[in-house]
T-cell receptor
Framework: GAVVSQHPSWVICKSGTSVKIECRSLDFQATTMFWYRQFPKQSLMLMATSNEGSKATYEQGVEKDKFLINHASLTLSTLTVTSAHPEDSSFYIC?????????????FGPGTRLLVL | DAKTTQPPSMDCAEGRAANLPCNHSTISGNEYVYWYRQIHSQGPQYIIHGLKNNETNEMASLIITEDRKSSTLILPHATLRDTAVYYCIVTNQGGKLIFGQGTELSVKP
């Protein structure tokens, strides 16, 4: 299947700082990417849809000014957690649909674990 | 998107077939059934998907009932590495994937 990468794989930061997470589709282009968050022992929660060349669309309850999304190219979307606080500590995962595969199968990155101290 | 119901947990003996059920009684005509799994601390892995016909690939088989209200994912010869949380999701192609709680499959030696 198609490959999606994320960087960094884990990050520790101080409260009040901003953290940027990158999501890349390595062998296909993605005009849309999705960002999820997962707390321990819970399921994945969809945060937002990243759209290449236009604004991201956020799910209800997700603060767009806190979680800035930029989809600068057909292979890269970034999620910036601004002014991070300990409650933002979580596992952040992105996905991208590979439309060239003959369907719309979404492939997921390996995730980024964020710890805010 | 239609909602799915899965048992919270299942056990399976190593080498035996693992049959994971999923109910999706409100599925609409253009929605597909997708299966993903998540091994601890990793991103979800795509397994298989189907619309109405049964599907098979190198990982698993997907059996969808004729009325499409339920499906079963079959891992023909489960190994310890198949221990994971398995998610059944129904959605339009290209649509958002909304994850439920999934089934935690434990493959035991």
């Amino acid at each position: 299947g198609a490959v999606v990468s994320q960087h960094p794989s884990w990050v520790i930061c101080k409260s009040g700082t901003s953290v940027k997470i990158e999501c890349r589709s390595l062998d296909f282009q993605a005009t849309t990417m999705f960002w999820y968050r997962q707390f321990p022992k819970q399921s994945l929660m969809l945060m937002a849809t990243s759209n290449e060349g236009s604004k991201a669309t956020y799910e209800q309850g997700v603060e767009k000014d806190k979680f800035l999304i930029n989809h600068a190219s057909l292979t890269l979307s970034t999620l910036t957690v601004t002014s991070a606080h300990p409650e933002d500590s979580s596992f952040y995962i992105c996905s991208a649909p590979d439309r060239a595969s003959g369907g719309e199968t979404q492939y997921f990155g390996p995730g980024t674990r964020l710890l805010v101290l | 998107d239609a909602k799915t119901t899965q048992p919270p947990s299942m056990d399976c003996a190593e080498g035996r077939a693992a049959n994971l059920p999923c109910n999706h009684s409100t599925i609409s005509g253009n929605e597909y059934v997708y299966w993903y799994r998540q091994i601890h601390s990793q991103g979800p892995q795509y397994i298989i998907h189907g619309l109405k016909n049964n599907e098979t690939n190198e990982m698993a088989s997907l059996i969808i009932t004729e009325d499409r209200k339920s499906s079963t994912l079959i891992l023909p010869h489960a190994t310890l590495r198949d221990t994971a949380v398995y998610y059944c999701i129904v959605t339009n192609q290209g649509g958002k994937l909304i994850f439920g709680q999934g089934t935690e499959l434990s493959v035991k030696p």
